[in-house]
């Protein structure tokens, strides 16, 4: 896919035939943002297209996923579903406490 099969552009006449908001498009860095509101969350996603390493990169962050007294707990859980996970893994950041998984695909 990322070989000269598709483009940015293509990526994007996705997202609109699907009618998925796009909040920002930077065409020089080859990055889509936009953000997904389910019924009880609120999703940032970034998408990608790096020619350079020829891979499609998605990252989806959800705010604030711990409260800070189980940080420890929420880390330790994710170490052992990443350990199990064949693609993508997920991290929280030890100060915003956001949930992110982050996947790559040639």
Known sequence: MISGEASLGE?????????????????????IFTTYRGRNVVMEVEVCLNLEWKLLQLTLLLP????????????????????????????IGPEDRQLAYYVAVP
Do not use: C, S
């Open 64 to 91: 604030e996923m711990a409260p800070p007294r189980r940080l420890a707990e929420a880390m330790g859980v994710l170490n052992r579903i990443n350990y199990k996970l064949p693609l993508g893994h997920f991290e």
């Open 11 to 31: 990526i994007l006449a996705y997202f609109q035939e699907n009618e998925w908001p796009l909040d920002e498009v930077d065409t020089a860095a080859g990055r």
